[in-house]
């Protein structure tokens, strides 16, 4: 299958070409450029009409959507997740956990890993699982269940790795907590990418962890000790180590512009990922739910607890882009490089996925003007027309 895109506006990391061709083969993309073409060499000819064309955006931070979650185990759910992503321009997820019970998380990796082997074409592709908690710090547990919050454990871990079949991309946790450098370097022997986050750990501890291989902050300022000139703690720690990536979740409600703006003069903009944080209340109108069993009000892109404690976003990139670029004065190409190439890049996969490249599958992204979705290209072929 043969597929020749014209007159593209294509965002590539560092830079806009306007005028642009681009041709995929097989779901590859073959040639990105200009020049002359023969019509009949195609199987498909699309006309992208001087829009943008962008890759595919990845939230390697999201724990559902559409009434689903991928706590509840259920295939059938994880595709609904992975057709709501696809609508909103994410053509590649990480399914994020919460802290819960061993027996519980087992379960959870059993499931994906059984649908990641069946999964389609036609929805967002299932990377694999943020392993967000459970070893978190009691004191910053957010809206993760202060009961299940235990200490590392390396045979823990191995268990859920072995049952997951290498489907745990990354695994999140405090630093400060017994047994976490012990983990954190039995991770990074593994391969798996190790966040920081849910913590009151101290510059000391935070960069203790960093050295030993931690190159993720999970939602950067939230569920963490404040910065103090004093002891800068984990944020200091995370703004100061240039090796480290910094999510930002940008939904208007868990972070300031000013914390937005902050962040990416300190780490640069090669080293924020903008993610979702997304819960299962994404994608359903303002109002009150109750969801795993406790009562939350969904009002203006994000989740709160009735105790008013933020509990997850119903946001999603497409709109912190747009806030990126059209609120923030952002450029387009830093905007989408944070959630297209640097996300890829932080997990690993960025070989394969996360920009516009020669060799690279043909997720992609044909935006409007204005970045609104015009349609979705997975491997190649239209999945979504807005």
């Known amino acids: 299958m043969r597929v020749l895109m014209t007159n593209a506006t294509v965002i590539m990391p560092y830079e806009v070409r306007r005028d642009c061709m681009i041709v995929i083969e097989d779901g590859i993309?073959?040639?990105?450029?200009?020049?002359?073409?023969?019509?009949?060499?195609f199987d498909q000819i699309i006309d992208v009409q001087n829009?943008?064309?962008?890759?595919?955006?990845?939230d390697i931070h999201a724990h559902g959507n559409s009434g689903y979650d991928i706590m509840d185990k259920d295939a059938k759910g994880l595709?609904?997740?992975?057709?709501?992503?696809?609508?909103?321009?994410?053509?590649?997820?990480?399914?994020?956990?919460?802290?819960?019970?061993?027996?519980?998380?087992?379960?959870?990796?059993?499931?994906?890993?059984?649908?990641?082997?069946?999964?389609?074409?036609?929805?967002?592709?299932?990377?694999?699982?943020?392993?967000?908690?459970?070893?978190?710090?009691?004191?910053?547990?957010?809206?993760?269940?202060?009961?299940?919050?235990?200490?590392?454990?390396?045979?823990?871990?191995?268990?859920?790795?072995?049952?997951?079949?290498?489907?745990?991309?990354?695994?999140?946790?405090?630093p400060e907590l017994d047994g976490a450098l012990n983990l954190i370097a039995f991770l990074v022997s593994t391969g798996v990418k190790v966040a920081l986050g849910h913590s009151e750990g101290t510059y000391l501890e935070c960069s203790r962890a960093i050295d030993q291989g931690a190159s993720i902050a999970t939602h950067l300022f939230n569920a963490m000790i404040p910065f103090n000139h004093r002891e800068p703690g984990i944020v200091g720690a995370v703004l100061d180590k240039s090796e480290v990536y910094a999510e930002l979740i940008v939904d208007g409600i868990h972070l300031h512009d000013a914390a937005i703006r902050i962040a990416?003069?300190?780490?640069?903009?090669?080293?924020?990922?903008?993610?979702?944080?997304?819960?299962?209340?994404?994608?359903?109108?303002?109002?009150?739910?109750?969801?795993?069993?406790?009562?939350?009000?969904?009002?203006?892109?994000?989740?709160?607890?009735?105790?008013?404690?933020?509990?997850g976003s119903t946001s999603d990139l497409i709109r912190a882009v747009r806030h990126l670029v059209i609120d923030l004065g952002f450029k387009i190409e830093d905007a989408v490089r944070m959630a297209s190439l640097n996300p890829a890049t932080a997990i690993g996969v960025d070989k394969r996925l996360?920009?516009?490249?020669?060799g690279k599958q043909a997720d992609l992204l044909i935006l409007d003007h204005d970045l609104a979705i015009?349609?979705?290209?997975?491997?190649?072929n239209v999945v979504y027309t807005n």
């Open 354 to 358: 996360g920009s516009i490249d020669i």
């Open 79 to 174: 595709d609904f997740i992975a057709r709501y992503h696809l609508s909103r321009g994410v053509t590649s997820f990480l399914g994020a956990t919460i802290s819960a019970e061993h027996s519980r998380l087992l379960a959870v990796a059993n499931v994906v890993k059984d649908y990641v082997k069946s999964q389609k074409d036609d929805v967002s592709e299932l990377l694999g699982i943020y392993l967000e908690g459970p070893f978190f710090n009691p004191q910053r547990s957010g809206a993760h269940p202060k009961r299940n919050l235990r200490l590392p454990s390396i045979d823990e871990v191995r268990e859920i790795l072995d049952t997951s079949e290498g489907l745990i991309k990354v695994v999140a946790m405090a």
């Open 264 to 311: 990416c003069k300190c780490k640069g903009k090669d080293k924020i990922l903008l993610v979702s944080d997304q819960i299962r209340a994404a994608g359903l109108m303002d109002g009150t739910y109750t969801l795993d069993k406790e009562t939350i009000r969904v009002e203006g892109g994000a989740a709160r607890t009735i105790e008013g404690k933020l509990a």
């Open 29 to 41: 993309i073959s040639q990105v450029g200009g020049g002359e073409y023969d019509p009949l060499l």
């Open 374 to 380: 015009g349609s979705v290209i997975k491997k190649g």
């Open 51 to 58: 829009r943008f064309l962008a890759p595919g955006f990845i």
